[in-house]
């Protein structure tokens, strides 16, 4: 399995990024698939949940409104389309596959003027 993130970067406040993961060594479109983030001095947390097929999502309550998990079973992606930043939503963020706990290195996301 391998996990692959990027799209991360330096963004000012209220602009937008979007996150994609490319996936591999596994039927993708048969699981769901995570999106956490973990900014400094904190725990790594939940951000967005997409089900194998995209039909159902999930978000932490910080980001509902301004985050949105989509996929592409053909591509083998899974993306969060991020809009109006905040400060608070620098961290690292990280691709994640449920199943089997893996992980990608993850990308950095930082949001200063």
């Known amino acids: 399995v391998q996990l692959v993130e990027s799209g991360g970067g330096l963004v000012q406040p209220g602009g937008s990024l979007r996150l994609s993961c490319a996936a591999s060594g596994f039927t993708f479109s048969s699981y769901i698939m995570s999106w956490y983030r973990q900014a400094p001095g904190k725990e790594r947390e939940l951000v967005a949940r997409i089900s194998s097929l995209g039909g159902t999502t999930t978000y932490a309550d910080s980001v509902k409104g301004r985050f949105t998990i989509s996929r592409d079973n053909a591509k083998n992606t899974v993306y969060l389309q991020m809009n109006a930043l905040k400060p608070e939503d620098t961290a690292v963020y990280y691709c994640?596959?449920?199943?089997?706990?893996?992980w990608g290195q993850g990308t950095q996301v930082t949001v200063s003027s």
């Open positions: 994640n596959l449920p199943h089997g706990g893996y």
